[in-house]
């Protein structure tokens, strides 16, 4: 039960990041503004969410995992709310920075809670849960604004979020095992990344959680004008493209078993090597079956990845976890926030193949960790 609240209420917290993706058109003409100045409501919302990583990640240790997530979605509920009611762009882009910056607080402190309170044979598999909300989200969250859209418009998006989180603060108050206040002394958040970083082990794992959601905001921000050049495919039949890769889902199912045969350094290395399959299929099948067959492939990689890829730096961090999950997290979302950057390329192949290298870098860097012990025999 504790797992599918956690991952209900990722889903749903991620899904802010991508809510307007779909809607920057009515925005622009209900509050009779720029279409260009509109984009930046998704801008100040990532820029602001990446910034309380780092914050989240100092009260953490001081006030316990638990307490941090169920008052993060206590505040998140009330600016959601108040984001809805704004008047103007200028005011849309402010509450929308305060909601990226208070929505941080859920998903270092999940990820921390699951580290402190479950053992590693079951912390991949809640990981994986919690994960594939994050993921989905990318989609979900598209498909939820654009429905609640056609009926209630862009601000009955945000009261209907705002509702949800004021159930799930008050569900996971009920349900989480209150957490202590860590009795590990930690290290301040800047000299503890510097220690972090002459580790021998964890910049090749940090690097590889850069390229992943980097690697999928890349790809789906990109594939719409892939589809639409290639295939001659109207709008509403390149998204229904998109939503296919909710089906590589299916490859979290498979962390549990593979948990067990392989280390989480080989699990991230399976799953690194399936994202850039499937990158490349994309650009290589030359048909829309290869291309849903591309991304179905892609997301099931990315959710075998990223759980793995968290749970090897917990175990290469050892005491200092905390701390190196929340620039973890850090890490894979400013990667996300680099992800439209490289999408910006006209040439569709040309992102392909910038992801692909990195991917590439990627997996290699992983193979190279010296440390990455797994519930297998590895």
């Known amino acids: 039960m504790i797992s599918l609240c956690l991952t209900l209420s990722g889903l749903l917290v991620l899904s802010s990041l991508y809510i307007l993706i779909p809607l920057l058109n009515v925005l622009s003409q209900d509050l009779q503004s720029p279409l260009y100045l509109t984009a930046y409501t998704n801008t100040g919302f990532s820029l602001f969410y990446a910034i309380g990583f780092l914050c989240v990640g100092k009260l953490i240790p001081q006030y316990g995992s638990k307490r941090i997530l169920v008052y993060g979605m206590f505040g998140l509920a009330i600016t959601t709310w108040i984001t809805g009611m704004a008047t103007s762009m200028q005011l849309l882009i402010l509450f929308r920075a ?19 309170h479950y053992p590693p044979e079951k912390r991949i598999v809640v990981m994986s849960c919690v994960t594939t909300g994050f993921i989905t989200a990318g989609i979900i969250g598209q498909i939820f604004s654009s429905a609640v859209n056609d009926y209630w418009g862009w601000r009955g998006v945000f009261g209907l979020l705002a509702f949800a989180y004021l159930a799930l603060a008050l569900l996971n108050n009920f349900l989480l095992v209150h957490s202590s206040p860590s009795e590990v002394k930690q290290e301040n958040l800047f000299p503890a990344f510097k220690k972090f970083t002459s580790h021998p082990d964890l910049p090749k794992a940090y690097f590889a959680a850069f390229t992943l959601l980097l690697s999928f905001v890349a790809l789906y921000s990109s594939l719409d004008r892939y589809l639409l050049s290639k295939f001659q495919l109207n709008s509403q039949e390149a998204f229904y493209i998109r939503t296919m890769g909710i089906a590589g889902i299916a490859g979290s199912l498979f962390v549990p078993k593979l948990a067990q045969k392989l280390s989480f350094q080989q699990l991230a290395a399976l799953g690194i090597a ?8 994309c650009v290589w099948s030359g048909s829309v079956a290869g291309v849903q067959m591309a991304l179905i492939i892609f997301i099931a990689g990315l959710l075998i990845t990223i759980p793995s890829i968290i749970t090897l730096i917990g175990q290469l961090a050892g005491e200092m976890r905390n701390m190196a999950v929340t620039w973890y997290t850090f890490i894979l979302f400013v990667g996300a926030s680099v992800g439209p950057l490289i999408a910006s390329a006209d040439d569709f192949t040309l992102v392909i193949g910038i992801l692909a290298f990195m991917l590439s870098i990627a997996f290699f860097s992983v193979l190279r960790i010296a440390s990455g012990k797994g519930g297998g025999s590895g």
Do not use: E
């Open 98 to 116: 305060v909601q990226g910056f208070i929505a941080a607080a859920f998903a270092p402190a999940a990820l921390t809670y699951i580290s402190d």
């Open 274 to 281: 399936l994202m850039l399959s499937g990158l490349l299929l």
